[in-house]
């Protein structure tokens, strides 16, 4: 959870997701199609050099409504960064 | 929902989206899909107030799952402007989503290669005002990036690292440098003003790049944008593509070549003047260009400094 995050949050709202200096809210619209609304927060303090390579657990879980499944192996892809690090 | 056809005489594939054709063209301002659905207001693309940027599925794609991926990238709830008067924090926020995105389609089975683009202008097709971008997830690899992996054979390794030291050591077509990014008109520039924004070391992707990466290749890209506008004192049309590896393998990247950088294929040759595909250029595939790379380089390093 992000810094200054609302730990209090209702616990039907997804849990937030961090990318780096993102905070990303999913969502899906009427017709399905996906949205993904991204915000900078600022009061995160910009991850280092090895923070940007971090990959949190949350973001990589398989949207459920993605009609295609992550490459076998590969998840959303610790491996990726990991050995670009 | 596109089909593709594979065109024997040019060794390429043709997609056809034809409900392409019916996608919004212009709308006037009140009706921007892409500005925030505002209280009262018509329904738009992104049903909230206010956001900061918004990624979301294209209504009108040329590729969708499970054969490959087309999104909108809107980088700002404002109607009026462009990435090159999105904020320092705004831009890097940008490099951010396009990290990830990157990311999240080239790991899908159906994307073997992640290209991010803009066009901006009418010049070049913009069919919306809005500041946005574009992604397009190929379920193939396209010719370009195909072209820029035979050259990584040709040269005997990575193409764009061996460019990138020849720019440097001839420094005429430089730009600007930066500790981590380096920006030149290329010594076979197709364009006028086309320019290339390059990492200087050897990043496969944007998977690569630490925050530091990430905030100067953002400061690069404004930089040269701003120069651009300053260039001829008008809003500059260009396509701006960024180029990284290919994702058929997304844990053999480094294997697959690729080597991050964004081009610029700027249509005026002049203030008033566009550039054309035509003849030579569309029947043999061979550009004929009416000025001469090192000249625009220099007139380009002036306006950049104009802009600062």
Same mark, same amino acid.
């Given at each position: ?17 961090? #990318? @780096? ?16 609304? #991204? ?33 076998? @192996? ?7 960064? @990991?050995?670009?690090? | ?13 043709? %997609? ?10 212009? +709308? ?11 209280? =009262? ?15 979301? *599925? ?15 990238? %809107?980088?700002?709830?404002?109607? *009026? ?11 890097? !926020? ?74 440097? !050591? ?42 530091? *990466? ?12 701003? =120069? ?6 008008? +809003?500059? +049309? ?40 035509? =003849? ?27 802009? %600062?």
């Amino acid at each position: 959870m992000a810094a200054g995050a609302d730990e209090t949050a209702s616990p039907e709202r997804p849990p937030e997701e961090r #990318y @780096g200096v993102l905070l990303l809210d999913r969502r899906h619209k009427d017709d399905g199609r996906a949205l993904i609304l #991204y915000s900078h927060d600022e009061d995160v303090e910009e991850p280092d050099e090895s923070a940007a390579h971090e990959h949190d657990a949350d973001a990589h879980e398989p949207d459920e409504h993605a009609a295609v499944e992550p490459r076998d @192996g590969a998840s959303v892809n610790p491996d990726k960064a @990991g050995e670009q690090a | 929902m596109s089909v593709q056809r594979f065109n024997e005489l040019r060794g390429e594939q043709v %997609v056809y989206a034809i409900d392409r054709q019916d996608r919004t063209f212009l +709308p006037s301002a009140e009706h921007c899909p892409l500005d925030p659905t505002r209280p =009262g207001g018509p329904q738009t693309e992104i049903p909230v107030a206010a956001f900061q940027i918004a990624v979301f *599925d294209n209504r009108f794609p040329a590729f969708e799952a499970p054969g490959g991926a087309a999104e909108v990238v %809107v980088y700002t709830d404002e109607h *009026d402007g462009s990435f090159a008067t999105l904020s320092d924090a705004r831009a890097e !926020a940008l490099m951010w989503v396009w990290r990830h995105r990157y990311e999240e389609l080239g790991a899908r089975s159906d994307v073997d290669y992640v290209m991010i683009f803009e066009n901006r202008g009418v010049e070049v097709g913009v069919t919306l005002h809005h500041p946005h971008g574009q992604i397009y997830g190929y379920p193939f690899i396209p010719p370009v990036a195909a072209l820029e992996l035979a050259a990584d054979e040709r040269l005997g390794g990575c193409a764009p690292c061996e460019l990138l030291r020849r720019e440097l !050591a001839d420094q005429e077509r430089l730009l600007f440098e930066g500790e981590r990014v380096v920006a030149y008109v290329p010594h076979a520039a197709r364009w006028a003003y086309e320019a290339h924004v390059v990492m200087r070391e050897h990043h496969a992707s944007l998977l690569d790049c630490d925050a530091a *990466d990430l905030r100067e290749l953002a400061v690069a890209l404004q930089t040269l944008v701003r =120069g651009y506008d300053a260039l001829f004192e008008r +809003p500059f +049309p260009y396509v701006m593509v960024v180029h990284q590896a290919p994702t058929v393998d997304p844990a053999q990247a480094r294997e697959h070549g690729g080597h991050l950088h964004v081009e610029f294929y700027p249509p005026l040759r002049t203030a008033e003047k566009l550039k054309f595909l035509a =003849g030579s250029e569309q029947g043999a595939g061979t550009f004929i260009s009416d000025t001469l790379p090192e000249q625009t380089a220099a007139a380009l390093r002036e306006a950049i400094a104009r802009a %600062v």
